[in-house]
């Protein structure tokens, strides 16, 4: 038994050096492909992922935002700027204190989300009829809601 043991440990952690790079190509292999608005340069994946959150939310202040993107608050700034510039997000202080800046997606941000979103859908409908059969296609959505699952609980606890 003892024999066995390093061998399963290679194996896993050459399993998980392998997964890990498969993850973050993965990222931005799939996002590239199934959405134009994204491979086109149109948005970029953090600007999509932030939209996407203001999408589900409420306005919310610029350093919220910058600790729910892991950036720092200039980094979230120009962030939004451009995002504003295109027209996607709108700026305004807060009426209990001038100093904070809250930032809402406009109509036009959220006609972009709900496009991509379709893509994406879209995208995944396709792979799924066409590469994975029934099996795997259940799977697959098994594994990402295990990974979905850890991950969450591995920020809630952080």
Known sequence: ????????????RSQAEELAQIAMELQRRLFARLSQEISLGNVSFPQFFLLTYLDR?????????AARMGHTT????????R??????VARAHAVDDRRKVIVRITPKGSNLVSRIRQDIVDAIATLLRDQLT???GTTWVEVYRKISSFCEKKISHE
């Not at 200039?74 to 700027?81: E, F, K, P, R």
Request: proline share 8%.
């Open 1 to 12: 038994m003892l024999v066995s043991e390093p061998q399963e440990k290679v194996d896993l």
């Open 74 to 81: 200039a980094a979230a700034t120009g962030l939004v700027d």
């Open 134 to 136: 029934p099996e795997q």
């Open 83 to 88: 995002l504003e510039r295109l027209g996607f």
């Open 57 to 65: 939310r409420a306005p919310i202040t610029m350093s919220d935002i």
